[in-house]
């Protein structure tokens, strides 16, 4: 299946627009109604230190600025200052979940900085993780709840 076909069958969505960042980052939430599962794609540029660190959490609220609480199990933990230019990939069932998701990244260490975006792919398709990599687990897939 190609990147069209998928990208057809779905919507693009940014929970984190690209940036750098060096404080904690609050993505807005983005209404996933509609659609039963989510693929998010963390994609990490430059960073400019070794010993800091980036977890991005996905969250999920019933109103769009109401109070968001994590989705267990929906991390992607500790990118560090090696990391560079890597992309990670998360799958999220949504069928059972509210109505809102968004991204937090949260940054610790001294003097951090971390080139960083966030999108999810929201789609009907069953398995867009195994879709998008023919059936192969993708070897940055760090979560599927």
């Known amino acids: 299946m190609s990147s069209n076909q998928i990208i057809r069958q779905g919507v693009v969505k940014q929970l ?7 404080t904690t980052v ?3 939430g983005i209404d996933r109604k509609g659609y039963d599962n989510a693929t998010i794609i963390v994609s990490i540029g430059a960073t ?4 800091e660190t980036l977890s991005i959490a996905i969250q999920e609220s019933d109103t769009v600025g109401g109070t968001y ?17 890597k992309t ?3 799958a999220i069932d949504l069928k059972k979940r509210k109505a ?6 949260t940054i610790a260490g001294t003097t ?4 960083v975006s966030v999108e999810a792919l929201l789609s009907n398709a069953p398995a867009s993780i195994a879709d998008a990599t023919h059936g192969a687990t993708p070897a940055g897939l760090r979560f599927n709840v």
């Open 16 to 22: 984190i627009v690209p940036q750098t960042a060096t």
């Open 26 to 28: 609050t993505g807005v």
């Open 48 to 51: 400019l230190t070794t010993t």
């Open 69 to 85: 609480a994590a989705i267990t199990g929906a991390v992607f933990p500790n990118f560090t200052g090696t990391d560079d230019n």
């Open 88 to 90: 990670a990939i998360g």
């Open 100 to 105: 809102f998701i968004r991204a937090v990244g």
């Open 112 to 115: 951090p900085s971390f080139a």
